[in-house]
């Protein structure tokens, strides 16, 4: 009688730490499943074309902001969202409840700007699509391919005006005078 109560007391551990190492194994993988979701949406934002950022090389070229490209992004960031949604949050480790807590923030601002299609403010009081320019000029430049680069996209603001352009004019349509 006692190896069969030893055996019940033994089986009843051994299931409690493996439901224990169930847990933590399928918190792994959500934790996991989401690093997976904002690094790599990170990484595509983060090739994107920004003559501000002063820590990344000069782009050989601007911003694409024609109509296709700008819902293209709006429906990469409705995904993403999407994909973060399907994560159950209460399966995230408490320091990936707050990663998700934060990027789900900013996921629905990227949306929101591009459903209220901010990239049409082609000017303000205090920036313009132009003056995004200037930022790569002033830059310094360590090597021949930055200027080459810097040439390259020189080269690009015919293209980059065109759109801002025509952006702008569809906006206008859409205003009641």
């Known amino acids: 009688m006692r190896s069969s109560g ?9 299931s409690t730490l493996c439901v224990g190492c169930s847990r933590h194994s ?4 959500a934790d996991e499943r989401l690093r997976t979701l904002y690094s790599g949406e990170w990484k595509w934002r983060s090739e994107q074309p920004d003559n501000e950022d002063g820590t990344r090389p000069i782009s050989d070229h601007l911003p694409k902001v024609d109509a296709v490209t700008q819902e293209q992004r709006f429906l990469y960031w409705q995904q993403t969202l999407r994909r973060v949604e399907a994560i159950p949050r209460a399966s995230l480790s408490p320091q990936e409840q707050l990663n998700d807590d934060i990027y789900r923030e900013q996921l629905a601002v990227l949306i929101a700007r591009q459903r209220f299609r901010d990239f049409e403010l082609s000017a303000n009081s205090d920036t313009a699509f132009w003056t995004d320019i200037g930022y790569a000029a002033r830059r310094p430049f360590r090597s021949l391919s930055a200027y080459e680069r810097w040439i390259a996209q020189m080269r690009d603001i015919p293209r980059y005006f065109r759109e801002q352009m025509q952006e702008t004019s569809r906006c206008r349509r859409c205003v009641p005078a």
Request: proline share 0%.
């Open 6 to 14: 030893s055996s019940l007391l033994m089986l009843a551990v051994l």
């Open 26 to 29: 399928q918190q792994h993988a």
